[in-house]
């Protein structure tokens, strides 16, 4: 790049990469801060999986980093179970779309991001910070430089673990997504990959702290029977595929997102889990940190030709732009965590008779399916 750049952004994950490629669109040079340090790490094994939704979607085509049918498996049906026979059903017919979400394999999209990054002649990967007009810290929950910006990250840490795992299963998933919620709050989702006729299956349980490292101390056959146990023998006989990953579940939101650098020139914003993480029982996180991304690239892009990226007016656009939204899917998983974590009468009856009561309903259950499939927008970010 023979010019510097305007925009510095830290951390070269799924966040980072979107908004650099997403800004380089937009004839903003970028340096993509990637240690070699997090290449190597990212090498490993990795057994995540992202539910993305039709926004999501329709951003990363845009892009051409959408991954292929076998690592991007469509949500036909939703089907969510209470703890005392309450449940609700979602349907891609019903909402009149082709799929409630995506399944994504977390390897399969980051190199189709990294591939997109290599040739954007707008984007320069380096492996230390360079100085620039704005820096975009998207270093994830544990970030390191928000921190050294003295930004409070208000942090609630659940009494959970999420446990992440990979199976085969006896019968096909018919791209179905299941999630059982039990009477101590703890969620257990089984998320359909492979395709249409796809037998794979991406776990991800929220259990209680405590009972997590017995979860983890069982041998790959246990862990499977206890999880065919948990989810009623919903798909059959699980055969583990790969190792199990564990992590502590917390919500956190950063009391600032833009700011000023207390040291030399330029300006600074958070973006995804840097700025905020929920709770995973809506699959929603991923989802919200690709929403910063396209909020934060479309007031840049957009600027009056006489404003700096880096203009604290551009930024703080941003920052409402997006706060709300965020505030409000925070508010909303946090609710539902603490609906089921309570056990005593009449807790069950009553949370069981409203999921009954939901999955009649015919306007709101629409409205909270298209919110969450990112069909339902908030006010444009350039708005004033």
């Given at each position: ?175 179905v997504a299941r999630q059982w919620f039990n009477d101590c709050g703890e969620v257990l989702a089984l998320l359909p990959l492979g395709g249409p006729g796809g037998r794979s299956l991406a776990l ?181």
């Amino acid at each position: 790049m023979a010019l510097p750049p305007e925009v510095c952004i830290r951390g070269a994950g799924i966040v980072g990469r979107t908004l650099a490629l997403l800004l380089a669109g937009a004839r903003v040079r970028v340096a993509l801060v990637a240690p070699a340090a997090d290449a190597a790490a990212k090498a490993r094994e990795d057994i995540r999986a992202y539910a993305l939704n039709a926004a999501s979607r329709e951003l990363l085509e845009s892009l051409r980093a959408w991954p292929d049918a076998q690592h991007a498996t469509a949500v036909r049906e939703m089907m969510i179970h209470g703890d005392d026979g309450g449940s609700v059903h979602f349907s891609a017919p019903q909402q009149k779309v082709d799929a409630l979400a995506w399944i994504v394999d977390v390897p399969a999209l980051e190199q189709r991001l990294a591939d997109a990054v290599r040739f954007s002649p707008m984007i320069e990967v380096v492996e230390q910070p360079v100085a620039a007009p704005l820096t975009v810290v998207c270093e994830g929950k544990a970030s390191a430089t928000r921190e050294a910006l003295g930004v409070h990250y208000e942090l609630t840490r659940y009494p959970q673990h999420a446990i992440a795992a990979r199976f085969e299963s006896e019968r096909p998933h018919g791209e179905v997504a299941r999630q059982w919620f039990n009477d101590c709050g703890e969620v257990l989702a089984l998320l359909p990959l492979g395709g249409p006729g796809g037998r794979s299956l991406a776990l991800v349980w929220s259990v209680d702290q405590a009972h997590a490292p017995r979860l983890l101390a069982l041998g790959a056959e246990e862990f499977a029977g206890a999880v065919r146990e948990a989810c009623g023998d919903a798909l059959g006989a699980l055969t583990p595929v790969g190792e199990r990953a564990a992590w502590p579940l917390q919500r956190a939101i950063a009391d600032r997102w833009t700011g000023q650098m207390r040291t030399g020139s330029g300006s600074w914003a958070l973006a995804g889990d840097a700025a905020h993480t929920v709770h995973p029982l809506a699959g929603q996180g991923l989802n919200l940190g690709l929403a910063d991304a396209q909020a934060l690239a479309a007031v840049l892009g957009e600027r009056e030709h006489w404003r700096s990226v880096g203009d604290m007016r551009l930024l703080r656009r941003y920052e409402r732009a997006r706060r709300a939204d965020v505030l409000a899917m925070s508010l909303a998983t946090d609710g539902l965590q603490q609906l089921f974590a309570h056990s005593a009468d009449p807790l069950p009856r009553l949370r069981n008779w409203g999921m009954r009561g939901f999955d009649r309903t015919g306007f709101v259950k629409s409205w909270v399916a298209r919110r969450a499939m990112g069909l339902q927008r908030s006010a444009a970010p350039g708005a004033h």
